[in-house]
């Protein structure tokens, strides 16, 4: 397994650019499911998670070109008849949302239910009962998700909770219903209305991306299309929590302003600079850090993936800052590990304390989900001496080139590979 090592401290600065967002990316690529024709898709990031639903993709008939970053996808075959398996599905829960294109256009669905995950319960019962309201039959059996439809039928669905796969996956089904679905409480994430960018561009008809309340007047087919996804607005948001810990200066190139607007009004109240110009986002810190308090929400609120980099931050800051988690039951795990670098942070049910400032020294720790990794890499890089991270596999699903990246903006940092020799990094 990859080890990152640190050495610290050190202080980013430079231009980095966000690689498109793994989560536009998902959904964009399960899009082409919806349509024989074929679909172009750019901006992709080379990372992890995308490989994987790639290859769930091509045992689903869906046949794939490209060099990573632009992909063309034809859906033309018919695929295979065990639908997404287990051993496919259980790597990455996102698989789930080929369950919607598939049912929408084949009339049928087998899709394995994803299991337990690191971060909380995520249950997918709302992606079911707006599959059922479409007026889809389903069926749970051995682990299985059937879901069978002559044709969907246009309806009213309410979300008893805003889901971002879970708004993604109806959206997607109700297109080629028979009528019109108005779908409400919808998430209002960006990666939302950029899958909604894309299937209006299949020839689909959404009105309300964006908003709470979805309007999708269905299609009796859609067709192929060329598509841009977004910049990944929480792997850049990384690298700028990196300038504020790091009392470093960081432009942002190609992700959204407006986007990121809560974790920028966060960093600014936390005494950074923040500005937005022509060249990307750019956040600086020369002065003492503010200890300020998160609670993080479904967009437009402050995202739940990035409250383990902001710990990592508030580590640094002049007093106490209270975090509470409220998306995920279970999104403290990187806690244990920073405590093991010398912060200090009582962490209770879904509220934690950081006191800062904490004098971080480097460690053995050990990565256990997406963003807890990216905390870890964000503490290292102001510990003192060297911090290893362990299983950053994790990293590798969601972050493109991190440690190039990270290079690039003056942090030393090396990749390990399994048998320990260290991989040179080039930027
Ligand atoms: N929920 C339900 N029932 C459902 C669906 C969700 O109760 O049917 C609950 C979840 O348990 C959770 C809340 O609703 O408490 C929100 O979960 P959501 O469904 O929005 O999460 P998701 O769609 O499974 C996506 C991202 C996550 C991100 C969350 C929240 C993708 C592929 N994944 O997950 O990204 O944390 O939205 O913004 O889009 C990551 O990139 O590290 C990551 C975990």
Do not use: W
Not at 26 to 52: F, H, I, K, M, Y
Not at 62 to 67: A, L, N, Y
Not at 285 to 312: C, E, K, N, W
Not at 367 to 376: E, V
């Amino acid at each position: 397994m990859d080890k990152f090592r640190i050495q610290g401290p050190s202080r980013l600065q430079g231009i980095v650019r966000a690689s498109g967002a793994k989560n536009a990316a998902l959904p964009a690529l399960a899009a082409c499911l919806l349509t024989g024709d074929e679909v172009t898709l750019s901006n992709l990031p080379r990372v992890q998670d995308l490989r994987t639903l790639r290859r769930l993709l091509a045992h689903l008939g869906v046949e794939s070109s490209g060099d990573g970053e632009t992909l063309t996808l034809s859906a033309r075959g018919e695929g295979s008849l065990d639908d997404a398996p287990y051993e496919m599905v259980k790597t990455m829960r996102a698989s789930v949302l080929v369950l919607g294109p598939m049912l929408a256009r084949r009339g049928r669905a087998r899709v394995s239910l994803p299991g337990g995950c690191a971060i909380g319960v995520r249950p997918i019962d709302q992606h079911l009962l707006g599959l059922e309201a479409l007026g889809a039959t389903v069926r749970l059996d051995h682990g299985y998700v059937n879901a069978e439809a002559a044709r969907l039928r246009g309806t009213r669905f309410r979300f008893a909770t805003p889901t971002v796969t879970g708004t993604e996956n109806v959206m997607m089904a109700a297109t080629l219903a028979e009528g019109t679905t108005r779908l409400e409480n919808c998430a209002r994430e960006p990666e939302v209305a950029d899958l909604a960018r894309l299937l209006n561009a299949m020839g689909a008809r959404i009105a309300g991306a964006g908003t709470d309340t979805l309007e999708i007047e269905g299609v009796s087919a859609l067709h192929g299309a060329r598509h841009s996804v977004i910049g990944d607005r929480i792997e850049g948001g990384t690298y700028l929590i990196g300038a504020a810990i790091s009392r470093g200066d960081v432009t942002l190139a190609g992700a959204a302003a407006t986007d990121l607007a809560p974790l920028l009004e966060k960093l600014a109240e936390c005494g950074c600079t923040v500005d937005v110009g022509a060249q990307g986002i750019r956040v600086a810190r020369s002065g003492a850090l503010r200890p300020r308090d998160v609670i993080t929400a479904p967009h437009p609120g402050f995202p739940t993936d990035l409250q383990a980099q902001y710990m990592a931050l508030m580590t640094q800051a002049e007093g106490m800052a209270t975090l509470h988690e409220t998306v995920f039951e279970n999104r403290f795990q990187h806690v244990p590990e920073l405590m093991r670098m010398g912060a200090d942070v009582r962490a209770e049910g879904g509220t934690a304390r950081v006191y800062g400032p904490s004098a971080l020294s480097g460690a053995a720790v050990m990565a256990t989900d997406l963003r807890a990794s990216a905390c870890l890499v964000l503490a290292g890089l102001v510990a003192a001496g060297s911090t290893e991270i362990d299983r950053i596999y994790h990293l590798d699903r969601g972050y493109e080139a991190m440690e190039t990246k990270l290079a690039a903006l003056g942090a030393r940092v090396e990749r390990l590979t399994g048998a320990g020799t260290p991989v040179p990094v080039e930027h």
